[in-house]
T-cell receptor, first 114, second 113 residues
């Protein structure tokens, strides 16, 4: 069965420093993977998606993620954090074979200080 | 440019009351979903509708019913609300099931007293 684990529940960075949000997945089949962001009192917004094309995926707002099959990881990075990046981030897996709905990680809260 | 619209945005109910949460999408998507979000739990799927005329249970369907009224609308009903159903409810839609990104509404914050 597919699952996703976000390794940090909370990450704190200073503005202008790099961001790393870690995600490991488990899937019986070739997975599709997503990162979503949720700002306070808002719905989830898609940041980027991996669907078996290039392993380095670029998303919106300067975020990118690298799919590493050998490590079963899909970590989210950004070279320089901005105050507006403070939000909750969800790593999500979808099983192509079974066609199930998305399975969400428990989320990582990103705090950005000035 | 509405996307997915949920109503109401906030609601307080008493235990045992009934309530229908409404969701509509204007992207001509085939699939629609209802999730609940609880602190530290991520999002959990309640019900989904792969296409107009079909509905299926997700991970946590007990205490809920759904109706896919037409291609645009997908409602979630609580027949007899319980305090354990206090949560934030999100509706989402996608072109189809599977590896498609989903588009989310802004949520309904529901409190059951």
């Amino acid at each position: 069965a597919q699952s996703v684990t976000q390794l940090d529940s909370h990450v704190s960075v200073s503005e202008g420093t790099p961001v790393l949000l870690r995600c490991n997945y488990s899937s019986s089949y070739s997975p599709s993977l997503f990162w979503y962001v949720q700002h306070p009192n808002k719905g989830l917004q898609l940041l980027l998606k991996y669907t078996s094309a290039a392993t380095l995926v670029k998303g919106i707002n300067g975020f990118e993620a690298e799919f590493k099959k050998s490590e079963t990881s899909f970590h989210l990075t950004k070279p320089s954090a901005h105050m507006s990046d403070a939000a909750e981030y969800f790593c999500v897996v979808s099983d192509n074979q079974a066609g199930t709905a998305l399975i969400f990680g428990k989320g990582t809260t990103l705090s950005v200080s000035s | 440019n509405a996307g997915v619209t949920q109503t109401p945005k906030f609601q307080v109910l008493k235990t045992g009351q009934s309530m229908t949460l409404q969701c509509a999408q204007d992207m001509n998507h085939n699939s629609m979903y209802w999730y609940r979000q609880d602190p530290g739990m991520g999002l959990r799927l309640i019900y989904y509708s792969a296409s107009e005329g079909t509905t299926d249970k997700g991970e946590v369907p007990n205490g809920y019913n759904v109706s896919r009224l037409n291609k645009r609308e997908f409602s979630l009903r609580l027949e007899s609300a319980a305090p354990s159903q206090t949560s934030v409810y999100f509706c989402a839609s996608s072109e189809r099931r599977g590896n498609q990104p989903q588009h989310f509404g802004d949520g309904t914050r529901l409190s059951i007293l």
